[in-house]
């Protein structure tokens, strides 16, 4: 089985990164939901069966697919031919440029998409309400993955570790997406009151 696994991986490279980021984000907003049903106080379903959002669920696996799996094919080696090598600068370097350039792209990419997917109006809303809590969020645990990335593992596993990293920072994306739409929400019925 592992060898199997490591002849597909080494086979079709693309394919292992488009499709662990499509299933990873399709699982991140699977456990979300599931966690939202169970632990969120703002809702109530004593009476309720857990019903998934499919339509929810297949959005966030398009963005895994389309965003993070095919930018990440393509930034990380990017980033090897930028910074060879895993020396202490080296992957500094990495992190800060990944910090900088990718962060905001993905993290505009991520709530943009979303919106256009979910056929919203003025698909930059919430990234207008969320991108610097996000950005700053992303700060506390994307330099550490990062580095741990850069510094530690072989080339050839470092978008599969970004993507398992990505899994934890998908459910937290989720979080701060739902919050923020919720925010707009009460802000448009507050509006409405006046």
């Given amino acids: 089985m592992i060898s ?4 597909v991986l080494r086979k079709s490279p693309y394919l292992t990164s488009v499709g662990l980021y499509t299933i990873l984000y399709t699982g991140a907003d699977v456990s979300n939901q599931l966690w939202t049903f169970h632990f969120d106080k703002k809702v109530t379903h004593e009476h309720s069966a857990f019903s998934l959002d499919l339509g929810r669920t297949a959005r966030m696996g398009v963005i895994g697919f389309v965003c993070l799996g095919n930018f990440n094919y393509r930034w990380i080696p990017f980033l090897e031919r930028m910074f060879p090598g895993a020396t202490v600068r ?3 370097a990495k992190v800060l440029v990944d910090q900088v350039i990718a962060a905001p ?3 505009t990419a991520f709530y943009a998409g979303l919106r256009v997917l979910e ?7 919430v990234v207008r309400e969320k991108f610097v809590d996000t950005y700053m969020t992303g700060m506390m645990f994307w330099p550490a993955a990062q580095t ?13 570790f970004l993507g398992v990293c990505s899994f934890t920072w998908a459910n937290i994306m989720c979080i701060m997406k739902a919050r923020a ?14």
């Fill in 90 to 92: 080296k992957t500094a």
């Fill in 4 to 7: 199997h696994l490591r002849n």
């Fill in 181 to 194: 739409e919720q925010e707009m929400l009460d802000t448009d019925a507050g509006k409405q009151q006046d």
């Fill in 148 to 160: 741990i990335n850069f510094y530690l593992l072989p080339v050839q596993y470092r978008v599969i």
């Fill in 105 to 107: 792209l993905l993290i």
């Fill in 119 to 125: 056929r919203k109006p003025d698909v930059f809303a």
